[in-house]
């Protein structure tokens, strides 16, 4: 039997952007993990975002793994794409 997801991308959207406000960008939504994070959480969307204060450092994106379970925030952090 397939999984069949409860929160759909469009919900997971929302729920970033309530819970980053205007700190961030959010480039992409996604059902795939970034590469650079391991041991992720399964059955969430991936959501990359990075920063909009304007500072002048290297650093990763961030990412949230939100569930399509329960839309709850499993994981906020780097992405691994420093550099």
Do not use: T
Request: proline share 7%; charged share 20%.
């Amino acid at each position: 039997m397939l999984f069949q997801p409860i929160f759909q991308r469009e919900q997971a959207l929302s729920i970033a952007r309530a819970y980053l406000g205007d700190k961030v960008q959010i480039h992409s939504v996604s059902q795939q993990p970034p590469p650079g994070v391991y041991n992720c959480p399964a059955r969430c969307w991936y959501v990359l975002c990075s920063y909009q204060d304007n500072a002048v450092v290297l650093r990763d994106s961030r990412c949230l793994a939100i569930s399509r379970v329960d839309g709850a925030i499993r994981y906020d952090g780097p992405a691994g794409d420093e550099g």
